[in-house]
């Protein structure tokens, strides 16, 4: 059974760096794509980032790119996600998911989620 654990998340203020991590357990991490996705309430997930398999390729929600980074470490099969210059609006549970597709960026194109972790940054 696959199993995805997130942590990192918490109470900051605009303007702080938070990092979050992603650590899978029951499969072999190093062959499946992986992404980070965030819900605020009343609205609908939303796609943060993503990694291929290799860390080689990325890719970006346009509204956190240039303060967003998404890295993986195979070896520890943990992939992370260091959002710097947080703002208000980055509120959101935010979930780490894994994919067998090669470029994965919606939803449904992931196969497996963690249970997400709550980031909360005050004005």
């Known amino acids: 059974q696959v199993q995805l654990v997130e942590s990192g998340g918490g109470l900051v203020q605009a303007g702080d760096s938070l990092r979050l991590s992603c650590t899978v357990a029951?499969?072999?991490?190093?062959?499946?794509?992986m992404g980070w996705f965030r819900q605020a309430p009343g609205k609908e997930r939303e796609f943060v980032a993503t990694?291929?398999?290799?860390?080689?390729?990325?890719s970006y929600a346009d509204s956190v790119k240039g303060r967003f980074t998404i890295s993986r470490d195979n070896a520890k099969k943990t992939v992370y996600l260091q959002m710097n210059n947080l703002k208000p609006e980055d509120t959101a549970f935010y979930y780490c998911?894994?994919?067998?597709?090669?470029?994965?960026?919606?939803?449904?194109?992931?196969?497996?989620w963690g249970q997400g972790t709550q980031v909360t940054v005050s004005s």
């Open positions: 998911a894994s994919s067998a597709w090669r470029h994965p960026v919606r939803p449904y194109e992931y196969s497996d």
């Open positions: 029951g499969r072999t991490f190093s062959s499946y794509a």
């Open positions: 990694i291929n398999w290799s860390g080689g390729d990325t």
